[in-house]
């Protein structure tokens, strides 16, 4: 069985993110995302731009599905994050974001069989299980 290549650009990126932000009830992504100037995807991160501030997101691990634990190192100030506006399947501390996504049936039978951010582009490698 063949893989499926899943490539996302930056400025493919930027709109997701900006549509998911703008339909989103949680108002820290928001605050966040409202002010983006700038991303870029190189060498397994995704660095963004916000006013004159610069942060990063940068992959730990991924789970062998689609659902599961994806873990980042980040440096995004979460002092400024009120903690009861993050939803449950997030977790997030100084140094780390994750991000835990329930299964369902489609997404606990699609594997990750590489994850990576290079060039510009993050690129999702899919099987089944």
């Given at each position: 069985m063949k893989n499926t290549v899943l490539e996302i650009d930056s400025e493919i990126a930027k709109e997701l993110l900006l549509v998911l932000?703008?339909?989103?009830?949680?108002?820290?992504?928001?605050?966040?995302?409202?002010?983006i100037s700038d991303i870029k995807f190189d060498n397994n991160e995704?660095?963004?731009?916000?006013?004159?501030?610069?942060y990063f997101l940068k992959i730990k691990?991924?789970?062998?599905?689609?659902?599961?634990?994806y873990e980042f190192l980040h440096?995004?100030?979460t002092k400024m994050i009120k903690k009861?506006?993050?939803p449950d399947f997030i977790e997030l501390d100084e140094k780390k974001l994750v991000i835990d996504?329930?299964?369902?049936p489609i997404?606990?039978?699609?594997?990750?069989d590489e994850l990576k951010i290079e060039n510009?582009?993050?690129?999702?490698?899919?099987?089944?299980?």
């Open positions: 932000v703008k339909n989103s009830k949680f108002h820290f992504l928001k605050r966040i995302f409202d002010h995704i660095r963004f731009k916000v006013l004159m501030f610069k691990t991924y789970p062998k599905t689609l659902s599961g634990k440096n995004i100030p009861d506006e993050i996504f329930p299964p369902n997404t606990k039978n699609i594997s990750i510009g582009k993050l690129v999702l490698i899919l099987g089944l299980v």
